[in-house]
C-alpha cells in the first residue's frame, strides 16, 4: 500500500512539473511573441513636399457687355458696335484678331408689370473670349479695361484667369523631390529616437496644386487659372515606415 501511494505520488510531482514547464514555455513564448509583434508596430508617418515658382503661360479673358432698350435693332446695333470696339482695342493692345472669339449672344424681353404702361424692352447681351499664350501682354491689357468704357462698351463682367499648362512635364521630379524630403523627415525622426527608417509601409502621393505665387500654403487646394500669372505648384507626400 505504501508503495502504491509514493508511487501515486511521484506521477503527480511529475505531472505538475510538466505543466509548470508548459506554462513557463508559453509564457515565454507570448511574450516574445507581444515583443516582436510591438516592435513590428513601430512605424513613423511623414510627409513629403515639392514646390516649384511658374509663370502662366495661357491667359483667358471673358468680356461681357449689353444694350438695354424698347428698339430691338437698336440694341443689336449697339452690341455690334461695342463688339467692334472692344476688338479694337484689344489689337490696339497688341493682340492678335483671331485670339478673338465670340462664345454667347442672349437676348431678353422685360415686360411692364400688370397695371404699369410702357413699352417692352429688350437686353441684347454678347461675351467674347481672348485666349493668348501672351500673357503679359494680355494683364497688361486687363489693366487698362476702363479706356473701353469711355468707347461705350457697357462691360456686365469682365474676367481674365491665367493658367499654366505645363504641369505634366513637372510632376515626375517634384514627386521624386517630395518622396526624398519624406524620407529625410523619417530618418531625422528615427535618429532622434535611436532607430532607423525601414522599408515603407504605404504610401500616398496627394495631388498637385495650383495657386499664387504669393498666396498661402494649401495642401488641398486645386486649381487650373488663377488671377495672377505668377503661381506656385505645390504637391505633398504622405508615406509611412517602419522604423527599427
Known amino acids: 500500500m505504501f508503495d502504491k501511494m509514493m508511487s501515486d505520488r511521484a506521477v503527480l510531482l511529475g505531472a505538475v512539473g ?28 511623414v510627409r513629403g513636399v515639392s514646390e516649384r515658382d511658374v509663370t502662366a503661360d495661357l491667359a483667358t479673358w471673358t468680356l461681357t457687355f449689353s444694350r438695354t432698350d424698347p428698339d430691338f435693332a437698336v440694341a443689336q ?32 424681353r422685360e415686360r411692364p408689370n400688370y397695371g404699369e404702361s410702357g413699352p417692352e424692352r429688350v437686353t441684347v447681351s454678347r461675351t467674347l473670349q481672348l485666349r493668348t499664350g501672351d500673357v503679359m ?15 461705350g462698351v457697357e ?9 499654366f499648362t505645363g504641369l505634366n512635364a513637372l510632376k515626375p521630379a517634384m514627386i521624386a523631390e ?9 530618418e531625422e525622426f528615427a535618429r532622434d529616437s535611436g532607430a532607423a527608417v525601414g522599408r515603407i509601409k504605404t504610401a500616398s502621393q496627394g495631388y498637385f496644386s495650383v495657386g499664387a505665387r504669393d498666396g498661402e500654403d494649401c495642401d488641398d487646394c486645386g486649381s487650373t487659372g488663377g488671377s495672377t500669372p505668377f503661381q506656385k505648384v505645390r504637391v505633398v507626400t504622405s508615406i509611412q515606415y517602419d522604423i527599427g
Open 178 to 186: 517630395a518622396t526624398r524630403n519624406a524620407r529625410t523627415s523619417a
Open 137 to 151: 501682354r494680355a494683364r497688361t491689357a486687363y489693366a487698362r479695361q476702363a479706356e473701353m468704357l469711355g468707347a
Open 155 to 163: 462691360l456686365a463682367n469682365s474676367s481674365v484667369s491665367y493658367t
Open 77 to 108: 446695333r449697339s452690341v455690334e458696335d461695342q463688339a467692334r470696339a472692344v476688338r479694337q482695342f484689344l489689337s490696339g493692345a497688341g493682340l492678335k484678331p483671331e485670339q478673338v472669339t465670340d462664345t454667347n449672344v442672349s437676348l431678353s
Open 18 to 45: 510538466i505543466v509548470a514547464v508548459s506554462l513557463t514555455a508559453s509564457g515565454y513564448l507570448l511574450g516574445d511573441g507581444l515583443r516582436r509583434a510591438k516592435a513590428a508596430e513601430r512605424e513613423v508617418s
